[in-house]
């Protein structure tokens, strides 16, 4: 079992979105998926919600996506997080000393951003912080990228980034918006709504696709720790 939480603490990146559709792919992949949303605006647990439940881990539209909350989470016994290959944490744009906490026990972060100054600027921040918390940085990756605004900063960022920098860039696309109002993750909108499939069209579908296989590949190669500390430790 792997626990990776998405975070950055500028709001507004696609944390939530890209929890949403990561954990698509990853069951698309044969993986069982916990999903859990620690950000009080529950996003993630509201995108995810079938009926109304107070059991600790729910059920979802996908077989192999359950939810939570961390509130919920850290109630859990190890036996319960155990049957999952994927715990994913989605993160409040904060940096209290919960979010320094869930950041440590994930063991490996994510960071979304998009390319404007204030998100560039404050990734040192953001990285500094994953080290300070004894986490891994997993990798950097750029969302909602407008190649006419973009570009030049882009290869500029590739070059200082380097390694830490994810080849996946999710592009800007308003149909993410569009699938999130219809409580659809980008691809199962694009089915439901007979989309043809074609590289130009399902490009925000195959860019979702590529970063989580980017990111299988990247934490097969992360040594991690990967047993769940029970109830009290978090
Ligand atoms: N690739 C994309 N193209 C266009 N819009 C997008 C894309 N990804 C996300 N968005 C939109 O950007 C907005 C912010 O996304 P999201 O809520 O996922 O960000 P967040 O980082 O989780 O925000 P917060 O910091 O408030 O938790 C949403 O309205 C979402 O629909
Ligand atoms: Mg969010």
């Given at each position: 079992m792997i626990r990776i939480a998405l975070y950055n603490n500028k709001g507004g990146v696609a944390k939530s979105t890209s929890v949403i559709n990561l954990a698509y792919c990853f069951q698309k992949a044969g993986k069982k998926v916990l999903v859990v949303d620690c950000d009080q605006q529950e996003n993630c647990f509201m995108f995810f919600m079938t009926a109304k439940d107070s059991s600790p881990i729910l059920p979802s539209d996908y077989e192999n996506i359950k939810h939570t909350t961390w509130t919920r989470y850290i109630e859990l016994d190890a036996c319960e997080t155990d049957q999952f290959d994927y715990i994913v944490f989605d993160l409040p744009p904060?940096?209290?000393d919960e979010v320094k906490r869930i950041i440590h026990h994930s063991g490996i972060v994510f960071?979304?951003?998009?390319?404007?100054?204030?998100e560039v600027a404050g990734l040192k921040k953001v990285t500094v912080e994953i080290s300070k918390q004894q986490a891994r940085l997993g990798g950097i990756f750029i969302t909602m990228y407008q190649k006419e605004n973009d570009a030049a900063i882009l290869t500029?960022?590739?070059?200082?980034?380097?390694?830490q920098m994810m080849r996946t860039v999710?592009?800007?696309?308003?149909?993410?918006?569009?699938?999130?109002?219809?409580g659809l993750p980008i691809e199962?909108?694009?089915?439901?709504?007979?989309v043809p499939r074609s590289p130009t069209s399902w490009k925000i579908v195959d860019a979702y696709d590529n970063l989580a296989l980017e990111m299988m590949e990247r934490l097969e190669k992360v040594d991690t720790p990967v047993t769940f500390q029970?109830?009290?430790v978090v």
């Open positions: 904060a940096m209290t960071v979304p951003t998009l390319l404007g100054e204030f500029e960022f590739q070059n200082v980034l380097d390694a999710i592009p800007f696309s308003r149909t993410v918006r569009e699938s999130l109002k219809a199962a909108y694009f089915i439901d709504k007979k029970p109830k009290g």
